[in-house]
């Protein structure tokens, strides 16, 4: 399995990007991770392959949405109202395993893509 992320970039505080991950394979549920320098990875969202389920980190929740189409095995990240502290390199990735919170272990990462959002 391989996980190809994309769309990051600079932007202002207030700002919007939408990152995108293509998985090639056959992914059961797929999400977002994030490390900013000098802190841990933390998960970001998730979204499970069966019913929609979507999770969320108290940070970006009501800012951040995870959706995903089928059809093209891709899952993107709508970042909105971004904030300096958004600032970070974000993680694609994907698991086979059942995710029941955005507590849950990937399988499979992609490389990352850099977020950098000024004040």
């Known amino acids: 399995v391989q996980l190809q992320a994309s769309g990051g970039g600079l932007v202002h505080a207030g700002a919007s990007l939408r990152l995108s991950c293509a998985a090639s394979?056959?992914?059961?549920?797929m999400g977002w991770f994030r490390r900013a320098a000098g802190k841990d990875r933390e998960p970001v969202a998730a979204i499970t392959w069966t019913d929609f389920a979507t999770y969320y980190a108290s940070s970006v929740k009501g800012r951040f949405t995870i959706s995903r189409d089928d059809a093209k095995n891709t899952v993107w990240l709508q970042m909105n109202s971004l904030k300096p502290e958004d600032t970070a390199v974000y993680y694609c990735?994907?698991?086979?395993?059942?995710?029941?919170?955005?507590?849950?272990?990937?399988?499979?990462w992609g490389q990352g893509t850099q977020v950098t959002v000024s004040s």
């Open positions: 990735a994907a698991t086979r395993a059942a995710i029941q919170s955005l507590n849950w272990a990937p399988s499979y």
């Open positions: 394979g056959s992914i059961v549920n």
